[in-house]
């Protein structure tokens, strides 16, 4: 049977009255071999949808009870049947606490791009988990002129010197910027441009003020981040100007002159390290050497920090790693692209080739009709931004980000923007990049866009992680982002993860909200109107195969009407006289059509819709017109 949400009706989560219709199909209860067991005797038992369109606001509801979606078809666990019970999760990007994994990849995804992590022996240069913290990262500023000079031995040594001394100051000064940002100086969800810093020659030093014969090298990145923050400021002037003032950070506070100076003073220890001083000019962040009569192209000494230096290693001497002694490389450049769902003949390759290299599945079961079916057809109606703050620039709707590196597609998350989540479905990568740990890097990809476009969209506060299974331990590492929240099978609310964990230790099908009444904070009723890197996808994946239908059990349902007159049909799944139903191009309420149909028909019908009911929800079925015809 099939339906469709109407329009202009009841509203909504977001009240989006004006974005479009949804229409869907009632597939009923489906069978099919559990994706996280593997087992051959454990079944996995769901409720199905089939969705021609839908609405944004109306997958939103959906999701806020359990369903989720595989290509155009919406499924939800019947929980208590099931063999893996699938808790839909949650983290509040804003809350969002990186842990030191995390951390590390980000680190790593970094030092990659800088050069200084060679994809060819990777482990070569990944942090060694037992070495005390500060010890010889390049993040410190501790490169000793040895090490420098014998790592830099050969053609061009000392124009490579010189790069790599321009390019660690640079991430010097990115990582104060960051500093600035988690502290509130800057605003968090500007994403501002890379530092630059280049070497000052020894002719325009003496075309400078007196005092300027020792100055080395210099950034303007102040003027930069300046114009960024006009930019913003001219883009949303309303959001962006209560969102400074809530940070102590007016647009009159932050002049080039201003932002170099904040910057500077966050550099101190650098140059207490690295035989460097640093001084805030007109807006320019300047490094000078030590003594006046220092050459340039002598290069720079970068000393190791003391043992008494808070970022040492704690002993006297030169303690450098591989990492540390390895010559900067070539700069390699990530670029994040966000898309709307389409077809791509090289998403597709690369998607084929991850199949069959990460899970092992034969070449002819990976078919474009197969991928098409699983990551491209969406049934979301798009909605485009109006610029009035409650729909983001890129749109609500069905996304691809694509992860370039240096013109090389290497991974590709498929995710869905709706009006209070970025909803993570499947990320697909290139094997070769493994090392990377793309599948992490993604997530703090994506809840970074969420915290990022909270301004364009206040809504947007959520970020969506598919299923968690507790009984799968290959499915608990979205726990790992931290706090996170899951929902009640039962009465739809959210559940701290820490308070629901020990529940599901000890059985895996738990009604949450039946322990934590009494000490949950108030959470949302959404019955009211309101790695494992391998493994970041759902068990969509499994839908298309091995299925059989289920007929509903008629005795669920609770007639206590009289089939022969018009009265309104009760029961404990609610009241299902004012469910909309399509027959022959019309469409009314099913109270209305009633009388149409034989008492057999209308036994089976009602017992259809007051299952349908009970899985999507009475105020959702309400809008939704149920056609059979």
Same mark, same amino acid.
């Given at each position: 049977?099939?339906?469709?949400?109407?329009?202009?009706?009841?509203?909504?989560?977001?009240?989006?009255?004006?974005?479009?219709?949804?229409?869907?199909?009632?597939?009923?209860?489906?069978?099919?071999?559990?994706?996280?067991?593997? #087992?051959?005797?454990?079944?996995?038992?769901?409720?199905?949808?089939?969705?021609?369109?839908?609405?944004?606001?109306?997958?939103?509801?959906?999701?806020?009870?359990?369903?989720?979606?595989?290509?155009?078809?919406?499924?939800?666990?019947?929980?208590?049947?099931?063999?893996?019970?699938?808790?839909?999760?949650?983290?509040?990007?804003?809350?969002?606490? =990186?842990?030191?994994?995390?951390?590390?990849?980000?680190?790593?995804?970094?030092?990659?791009?800088?050069?200084?992590?060679?994809?060819?022996?990777?482990?070569?240069?990944?942090?060694? @988990?037992?070495?005390?913290?500060?010890?010889?990262?390049?993040?410190?500023?501790?490169?000793?002129?040895?090490?420098?000079?014998?790592?830099?031995? %050969?053609?061009?040594?000392?124009?490579?010197?010189?790069?790599?001394?321009?390019?660690?100051?640079?991430?010097?000064?990115?990582?104060?910027?960051?500093?600035?940002?988690?502290?509130?100086?800057? +605003?968090?969800?500007?994403?501002?441009?890379?530092?630059?810093?280049?070497?000052?020659?020894?002719?325009?030093?003496?075309?400078?003020?007196? %005092?300027?014969?020792?100055?080395?090298?210099? /950034?303007?990145?102040?003027?930069?981040?300046?114009?960024?923050?006009?930019?913003?400021?001219?883009?949303?002037?309303?959001?962006?100007?209560?969102?400074?003032?809530?940070?102590?950070?007016?647009?009159?506070?932050?002049?080039?002159?201003?932002?170099?100076?904040?910057?500077?003073?966050?550099?101190?220890?650098?140059?207490?390290?690295?035989?460097?001083?640093?001084?805030?000019?007109?807006?320019?962040?300047?490094?000078?050497?030590?003594?006046?009569?220092?050459?340039?192209?002598?290069?720079?000494?970068?000393? +190791?920090?003391?043992?008494?230096?808070?970022?040492?290693?704690?002993?006297?001497? /030169?303690?450098?790693?591989?990492?540390?002694?390895?010559?900067?490389?070539?700069?390699?450049?990530?670029?994040?692209?966000?898309?709307?769902?389409?077809?791509?003949?090289?998403?597709?390759?690369?998607?084929?080739?991850?199949?069959?290299?990460?899970?092992?599945?034969? +070449?002819?079961?990976?078919?474009?009709?197969?991928?098409?079916?699983?990551?491209?057809?969406?049934?979301?109606?798009?909605?485009?931004?109006?610029?009035?703050?409650?729909? =983001?620039?890129?749109?609500?709707?069905?996304?691809?980000?694509?992860?370039?590196?240096?013109?090389?597609?290497?991974?590709?998350?498929?995710?869905?923007?709706?009006?209070?989540?970025? /909803?993570?479905?499947?990320?697909?990568?290139?094997?070769?990049?493994?090392?990377?740990?793309?599948?992490?890097?993604?997530?703090?990809?994506?809840?970074?866009?969420?915290?990022?476009?909270?301004?364009?969209?206040?809504?947007?506060?959520?970020?969506?992680?598919?299923?968690?299974?507790?009984?799968?331990?290959?499915?608990?590492?979205?726990?790992?982002?931290? =706090?996170?929240?899951?929902?009640?099978?039962?009465?739809?609310?959210?559940?701290?993860?820490?308070?629901?964990? @020990?529940?599901?230790?000890?059985?895996?099908?738990?009604?949450? #909200?039946?322990?934590?009444?009494?000490?949950?904070?108030?959470?949302?009723?959404?019955?009211?109107?309101?790695?494992?890197?391998?493994?970041?996808?759902?068990?969509?994946?499994?839908?298309?195969?091995?299925?059989?239908?289920?007929? +509903?059990?008629?005795?669920?349902?609770?007639?206590?009407?009289?089939?022969?007159?018009?009265?309104?049909?009760?029961?404990?799944?609610?009241?299902?006289?004012?469910?909309?139903?399509?027959?022959?191009?019309?469409?009314?309420?099913?109270?209305?059509?009633?009388?149409?149909?034989? =008492?057999?028909?209308?036994?089976?019908?009602?017992?259809?819709?007051?299952?349908?009911?009970?899985?999507?929800?009475?105020?959702?079925?309400?809008?939704?017109?149920?056609?059979?015809?």
């Amino acid at each position: 049977m099939a339906g469709k949400m109407r329009k202009n009706e009841a509203g909504s989560s977001s009240g989006g009255s004006n974005r479009g219709e949804s229409e869907v199909v009632d597939v009923g209860r489906r069978r099919s071999s559990c994706g996280y067991c593997r #087992s051959g005797t454990r079944s996995s038992i769901s409720h199905g949808l089939w969705a021609h369109s839908i609405t944004v606001d109306d997958y939103q509801d959906l999701l806020d009870r359990g369903w989720r979606r595989s290509g155009s078809f919406l499924y939800k666990p019947e929980m208590e049947r099931t063999c893996c019970p699938s808790y839909t999760i949650r983290l509040r990007a804003a809350d969002f606490v =990186p842990n030191k994994e995390q951390l590390r990849v980000s680190r790593r995804m970094q030092r990659f791009q800088d050069g200084t992590l060679d994809m060819k022996n990777p482990n070569e240069f990944i942090d060694e @988990p037992n070495t005390p913290k500060g010890s010889c990262s390049f993040a410190h500023g501790e490169v000793s002129s040895s090490a420098a000079k014998k790592s830099l031995a %050969g053609n061009n040594e000392e124009k490579n010197k010189a790069e790599q001394v321009m390019h660690h100051l640079s991430d010097q000064i990115d990582n104060a910027v960051r500093v600035c940002t988690g502290s509130g100086v800057f +605003p968090f969800n500007i994403q501002f441009p890379k530092a630059s810093v280049k070497k000052v020659s020894q002719a325009k030093r003496k075309l400078l003020v007196e %005092g300027s014969e020792n100055l080395l090298y210099t /950034s303007n990145i102040a003027f930069q981040i300046a114009a960024a923050l006009r930019h913003s400021q001219s883009d949303e002037k309303d959001i962006n100007q209560s969102r400074m003032l809530r940070h102590g950070t007016e647009e009159s506070g932050l002049s080039p002159k201003t932002i170099a100076e904040k910057l500077a003073s966050s550099l101190t220890q650098i140059a207490e390290t690295s035989g460097l001083s640093i001084k805030a000019c007109n807006g320019h962040i300047n490094y000078y050497s030590a003594t006046k009569q220092a050459s340039l192209d002598d290069g720079v000494q970068i000393n +190791p920090p003391s043992e008494k230096s808070p970022t040492g290693c704690g002993s006297k001497g /030169s303690c450098l790693k591989k990492s540390c002694e390895r010559p900067q490389g070539k700069r390699r450049r990530l670029e994040i692209r966000l898309k709307r769902s389409s077809y791509d003949p090289e998403e597709y390759a690369l998607y084929k080739r991850y199949q069959i290299k990460v899970h092992n599945d034969t +070449p002819d079961h990976v078919t474009e009709s197969s991928y098409r079916r699983f990551l491209v057809d969406t049934p979301l109606v798009f909605v485009r931004s109006t610029g009035d703050g409650t729909v =983001p620039p890129c749109g609500f709707g069905s996304f691809h980000q694509q992860y370039v590196i240096d013109g090389q597609l290497v991974a590709v998350g498929v995710i869905d923007i709706l009006p209070k989540c970025l /909803s993570s479905k499947y990320l697909f990568w290139d094997p070769d990049f493994a090392f990377l740990s793309l599948g992490k890097y993604s997530a703090l990809q994506e809840i970074g866009w969420v915290k990022e476009n909270q301004g364009h969209c206040s809504s947007l506060q959520y970020y969506y992680l598919g299923y968690y299974i507790h009984s799968c331990s290959k499915m608990r590492y979205k726990a790992a982002y931290y =706090p996170s929240e899951l929902l009640c099978p039962l009465r739809y609310q959210w559940v701290p993860f820490d308070i629901a964990k @020990p529940l599901l230790d000890r059985k895996p099908y738990v009604v949450l #909200s039946d322990f934590t009444e009494s000490s949950l904070p108030h959470s949302e009723n959404l019955l009211e109107p309101q790695h494992d890197d391998l493994v970041q996808e759902d068990l969509n994946n499994n839908l298309f195969y091995d299925e059989e239908m289920i007929e +509903p059990d008629l005795e669920d349902s609770d007639d206590e009407s009289d089939p022969e007159t018009g009265s309104v049909i009760e029961t404990e799944d609610g009241d299902v006289s004012n469910i909309l139903i399509g027959l022959k191009g019309s469409r009314l309420r099913y109270k209305d059509l009633r009388g149409a149909f034989h =008492p057999n028909e209308r036994s089976y019908l009602e017992s259809q819709l007051h299952r349908y009911t009970r899985v999507v929800g009475a105020e959702l079925s309400e809008r939704i017109i149920y056609s059979i015809g």
